[in-house]
């Protein structure tokens, strides 16, 4: 155990200069501060340190082979960790930077190994939360940076969510309240000529094709055949699985209040989670708002799937959503965490 210091940085709403000055410190120094981006939490270390990120890995319990996304407060800084970048790119950059998406591109060799996990490509990103730059500027170095939470739960988008998992395990927490976003950055693979979507996010597919024209998405996220391996090697792994088993339920609330009757029944205390109209209609002793729009869905998300513990219900519900826009990473995020899908 070492001990978790936390900050709050923006008590009175302007960023505490001589805390962001510790924690940044504590970053150059080779240790691990988890601060909010607009995404989700992420858990910080020097992206140029070996034994720094080691420790990212161990405090999450991270698989090895899962390389890691380094951080940046400027384009500038990104091009510094990269080669052989295609136009397009500059054209991403210039719209979606800073904001939540992650270019992976070649990486020149400026970064750990085990950032890259041994690949030789690298993932960046320029995160647009204002203490994310502000930390960033502070200590001027690459911060590599993956979700603040252990390895296979729901990423955290609250500070309280990074203390349930990791107080103990990391030298600091910047407190910024609730992130925006709720799901993590797209991550595209920016090594082709075509951009290739590996990872559904924060930038939708219809966004990007409005700015570069075809933007293709990674077979292995599409088919739920096994021999494809998805090219994110994150995506593999299972992850954003609740305490209790989750069931993704297509078809409507008829369909699901038959199911709630069915579990009732059965004597299993149920939980749902779902868009406010639905839980309107639904009868059933345990509800989780996630909102109205897809946008809400999307910040409401990882707080829904944390909220239910063991110890509350035998299961939990929740519907399905359009993959539209925003409600292609939601949809992505809910097949990985549900054990069952019940499809229409
Ligand atoms: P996290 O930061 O925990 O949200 O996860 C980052 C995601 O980006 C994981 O799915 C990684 O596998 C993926 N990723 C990071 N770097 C690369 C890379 N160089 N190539 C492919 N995928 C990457
Ligand atoms: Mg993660």
Redesign the pocket.
Same mark, same amino acid.
């Given at each position: 155990m070492i001990e978790t210091k936390r900050w709050n940085l923006t008590e009175n709403g302007s960023i505490n200069l001589s805390m962001l000055r510790e924690a940044a410190d504590a970053l150059v120094a080779g240790e691990t501060i988890a601060f909010p981006t607009e /995404?989700?939490y992420?858990l910080g270390a020097d992206a140029t340190n070996e034994a720094a990120v080691s420790k990212i890995f161990q405090a999450?319990g991270?698989p090895q082979d899962?390389? &890691?996304?380094a951080h940046v407060a400027t384009k500038e800084q990104l091009l510094r960790l990269v080669e052989n970048v295609p136009a397009y790119v500059d054209k991403l950059i210039d719209t979606f930077s800073p904001g939540p998406i /992650?270019y992976?591109l070649k $990486?020149n060799g400026s970064c750990a190994p085990n950032? /890259?996990?041994g690949?030789s /490509?690298?993932?960046v990103r320029i995160p647009s939360h204002p203490i994310a730059i502000a930390l960033l500027k502070a200590c001027n170095i690459p911060i590599a940076?993956? $979700?603040a939470?252990l390895s296979g739960k729901p990423?955290p988008t609250t500070a309280d969510h990074v203390w349930e998992d990791l107080h103990g395990k990391i030298a600091g927490l910047i407190d910024g309240g609730a992130t925006g976003v709720g799901v993590? $950055?797209t991550?595209i693979?920016c090594t082709q000529a075509t951009p290739v979507i &590996?990872?559904p996010g924060g930038i939708t597919r219809e966004e990007l094709e409005d700015v570069v024209g075809n933007v293709t998405v990674d077979p292995a996220l599409e088919h739920a055949d096994p021999a494809l391996k998805?090219?994110?090697?994150?995506?593999k792994y299972t992850h954003y699985a609740p305490e209790a088993p989750m069931w993704l339920v297509a078809g409507g609330n008829e369909k699901l209040q038959a199911l709630i009757d069915e579990l009732v029944d059965n004597g299993k205390s149920v939980a749902v989670l779902a868009n406010r109209d639905s839980l309107e209609k639904l009868t059933v002793d345990h509800k989780f708002s996630l909102g109205e729009t897809l946008e809400d869905t999307a910040a409401n998300l990882y707080d829904g799937l944390r909220y239910y513990k063991k110890a509350d219900v035998d299961i939990i519900l929740c519907e399905t959503y359009p993959e539209i826009g925003i409600g292609q990473a939601i949809m992505n995020r809910l097949r990985k965490a549900a054990s069952k899908y019940i499809e229409e």
């Open positions: /995404t989700v992420g999450k991270r899962n390389p &890691l996304i /992650t992976v $990486s950032v /890259t996990a690949q /490509t690298v993932g940076a993956p $979700s939470n990423s993590e $950055s991550v693979d &590996l990872r998805p090219k994110a090697p994150g995506m």
